[in-house]
């Protein structure tokens, strides 16, 4: 099972014992890694008082698998258990980053680059663009629409897995200016002899302009 607690709580079945008047005295816990072994563990508690539960050292992000075993009074050991195996994931996924385009004066989409999670727990709607409560969803674009002209519009990027770890990042894109109106196009009579040429007249956008560019 995984957990995003990287000591997480191991446990096991209370002690039992053939002899009823045992009672118990000792618990012994070990933790190994996917690719190791109990003879070197990541984790040992040492002669433990803990009975039914107890929380691992320290454990670095990966697969696990742990067994126990139990004493009574007299230090007797009973066998180790079958073991149990788990995942400890504390990382968020990666990256958290995103790209804004305009679209128009009025609009931007947005594309959160696609994420990984290296656990292998990327919960099934991981992003999240957003300056409020963020909505959670499976596509990486989202649309910003009713935006101001030529405005500059930041945004919250997140990422999220199945355990709810999760990462935040922004990004910032400028809308287009409003569009000049009223364009035409005439040919001046300059005169017998004149090189013709081609006028051009619009009326400037709402909010102004600092420069136009004509293709």
């Not at 991981?126 to 405005?151: E, H, K």
């Not at 001046?188 to 081609?198: I, Q």
């Not at 956008?205 to 004509?214: R, V």
């Amino acid at each position: 099972n995984p957990t995003n607690d990287n000591t997480p709580a191991l446990s096991s079945n209370a002690f039992s014992d053939r002899d009823v008047l045992d009672t118990h005295g000792r618990s012994q816990w070990q933790v190994r890694t996917s690719a190791g072994t109990y003879a070197s563990p990541a984790w040992d508690s040492g002669a433990s008082t803990s009975l039914t539960s107890i929380s691992s050292g320290a454990l670095a992000d990966g697969n696990y698998c742990y067994q126990v075993r139990h004493a009574d009074q007299a230090l007797t050991w009973s066998d180790y258990s079958s073991e149990q195996c788990f995942n400890v994931d504390t990382a968020a996924p990666t990256p958290v980053s995103a790209t804004g385009s305009a679209t128009s004066a009025t609009s931007i989409t947005w594309t959160q680059t696609a994420a990984t999670d290296a656990q292998g727990h990327l919960s099934p709607t991981p992003y999240s663009i957003d300056t409020g409560v963020p909505a959670w969803q499976a596509s990486t674009t989202f649309v910003s629409s009713g935006l101001s002209a030529n405005t500059q519009y930041t945004r919250t990027v997140r990422t999220r897995d199945t355990l709810g770890n999760t990462a935040t990042s922004s990004v910032s894109r400028y809308t287009w200016p409003n569009a000049p109106t009223g364009l035409a196009a005439t040919v001046p009579n300059w005169g017998a002899g004149s090189t013709y040429a081609v006028q051009l007249n619009w009326s400037a956008p709402a909010g102004g302009a600092t420069s136009y560019n004509i293709r």
